[in-house]
């Protein structure tokens, strides 16, 4: 039933001019190499150049996590990660469509000579339009599933992240100075409990932790339309790379067991014998050594 909705959405007037984007990135999405692990868990690779990403599953029951890397040359190439929760349908619905219709934006023609301005624009726009579109969906299959969103597109020598949500973005610089991007968005951030409250829900802690309406312990995301309060407003930054030696993205499963200052020393000194993709791999498994309960999705871009 969810499937027939989904579809009956994609081929309405509105979206019909995507659907060949669509069509095209969902073969991309699926390159993705290896399943499971020894243990059985799910287990994702992707490695593209100086990109890599590796998703695992973690000691969760389920894997909600998803990521993706496109590479395509002068339009841009995009990063994202994405922590699902409360079912798989919000997104496995997101990753496909935002990227696609991100994809299909920037193929348009003269977009290799768009502004960083109409970039931001474009993006809050798509995410805006994906969000309202799942919505609609939802309201009418009965889901109650949501995301998290951290996406990147990198044009030239810039990098303009979006964030809804938990899962974190930094750079570490070329002599070696971290930068948080990101803001992480929790219910007991003092600037999300104060939009919280202003729009007329609450947060509160339930065996110790902070959630939106004793439910959520994200405060933006996209879907979850049973929950009040929820924002899918993204905050987005924009940085130059020419001083940056690379761009860290992780979902908070990785966050859960690593600070900044631990994560890029890691890499630093991992990267001196081994391959991005290893390095992505290794930072999964030992956030679950480290006591990380959740799907953990780390993506490392070098430049």
């Not at 951290?150 to 100075?177: E, F, P």
């Not at 990101?182 to 829900?201: A, F, M, Q, V």
Request: proline share 1%.
């Amino acid at each position: 039933m969810v499937f027939m909705d989904c579809c009956s959405y994609l081929f309405d007037l509105r979206t019909l001019t995507w659907g060949f984007g669509v069509l095209v990135t969902y073969y991309l999405f699926k390159k993705r190499s290896g399943k499971e692990d020894k243990s059985g868990k799910v287990c994702w690779r992707m490695s593209k150049g100086l990109v890599a990403c590796v998703a695992y599953q973690g000691q969760r029951q389920t894997m909600e996590d998803r990521m993706n890397i496109i590479r395509s040359g002068k339009v841009g190439d995009i990063y994202s990660v994405f922590d699902g929760h409360g079912g798989e349908f919000a997104v496995e619905f997101v990753e496909k469509m935002l990227i696609s219709r991100l994809l299909t934006r920037l193929y348009k023609p003269f977009s290799n000579g768009l502004k960083g301005r109409y970039l931001q624009s474009m993006i809050r726009q798509e995410i805006a339009y994906v969000a309202n579109l799942l919505n609609k969906i939802e309201d009418e299959s009965g889901e109650k599933s949501g995301t998290t969103v951290c996406v990147t597109l990198k044009k030239n020598d810039k990098i303009y992240i979006a964030n809804v949500g938990d899962s974190r973005a930094l750079v570490c610089t070329n002599d070696n100075k971290i930068i948080q991007i990101t803001r992480d968005h929790k219910p007991n951030d003092k600037l999300e409990r104060k939009r919280i409250e202003k729009s007329g829900s609450y947060v509160k802690f339930v065996q110790t932790i902070c959630r939106l309406e004793g439910i959520l312990s994200v405060s933006r995301t996209l879907g979850d339309r049973q929950v009040g309060g929820v924002s899918n407003e993204p905050d987005i930054f924009v940085r130059n790379t020419q001083d940056c030696k690379f761009l860290l993205m992780a979902t908070d499963g990785f966050w859960d067991a690593f600070t900044n200052e631990e994560a890029v020393e890691t890499i630093l000194q991992r990267r001196k014998q081994f391959s991005l993709k290893n390095t992505c791999e290794f930072l999964t498994k030992m956030a679950e050594v480290y006591g990380s309960m959740d799907n953990i999705t780390v993506l490392i871009a070098e430049f």
